[in-house]
Structure formats: structure tokens, C-alpha cells
Nanobody, 121 residues
Framework: QVQLVESGGGLVQAGGSLRLSCTASGHTFNIYFVGWFRQAPGKERESVGRISWSGSSTYYDDSVKGRFTISRDNAKNTVYLQINSLKPEDTGIYYC??????????????WGQGTQVTVSS
């Protein structure tokens, strides 16, 4: 089992920055990669990117390239999502999720509870 807890959300003005955290606990040795997702009000959840648990590789969805940066702190078992130049359309609930080795499902295996990001214009 892996537990994920997101934090760092809040209310910010457009143009500002936020750093979201996703701290993993439990069987973290089994994590393959961690993804970040967001869900805007009234919209489906969408991926923003992911990072290997080793931290050696990252991937970003085209919609966020250049403004979002995913990183990892090995010592803290934490993955970060740095968001710069925030826009009102970045408003939503941000989730992290973990994919584990040997998983037989198409989707991620474990999800956090989410953290709310609200960007005012």
C-alpha cells in the first residue's frame, strides 16, 4: 500500500506561483512513477505530467510545458509541482497519483485526496 498526501494549494493572484507537494508513505520502494493531475470545475480530470520515482525522467503534457515543473526530494519521499505564471484557468483540484511496479491496471494505483488551487484574476 502507498499513501499520498498533497499540500500547498491555496488562493493566489494571476501571475503568481505555487509549489504543490505530494508526500508518499508506505511501500514507497514499489513506486514506479508519480503523476500530477488537475480537475477544473465542471471538467474532466486531466494529466499535467509525471516523474519517475528515481527522479531521472519527467514528462509534461503540452498544455503546461514551460510553466509547470515537477521535481522530487528523495530524502523526503516528496514530489513537487511548481506552477509559475498562474492563470485563472489553472484553478482546480490538483491530485498526485502513484503507479507501482507490477501493476496490472491501466490507471494509476494510488491517489491522494487533492489540494485546491484557486487563481484570481
Amino acid at each position: 500500500q502507498v499513501q499520498l498526501v498533497e499540500s500547498g494549494g491555496g488562493l493566489v493572484q494571476a501571475g503568481g506561483s505555487l509549489r504543490l507537494s505530494c508526500t508518499a508513505s508506505g511501500h514507497t520502494f514499489n513506486i514506479y512513477f508519480v503523476g500530477w493531475f488537475r480537475q477544473a470545475p465542471g471538467k474532466e480530470r486531466e494529466s499535467v505530467g509525471r516523474i519517475s520515482w528515481s527522479g531521472s525522467s519527467t514528462y509534461y503534457d503540452d498544455s503546461v510545458k514551460g510553466r509547470f515543473t515537477i521535481s522530487r526530494d528523495n530524502a523526503k519521499n516528496t514530489v513537487y509541482l511548481q506552477i509559475n505564471s498562474l492563470k485563472p484557468e489553472d484553478t482546480g483540484i490538483y491530485y498526485c497519483a502513484a503507479k507501482v511496479y507490477g501493476s496490472v491496471i491501466h490507471d494509476y494505483d494510488y491517489w491522494g485526496q487533492g489540494t485546491q488551487v484557486t487563481v484570481s484574476s
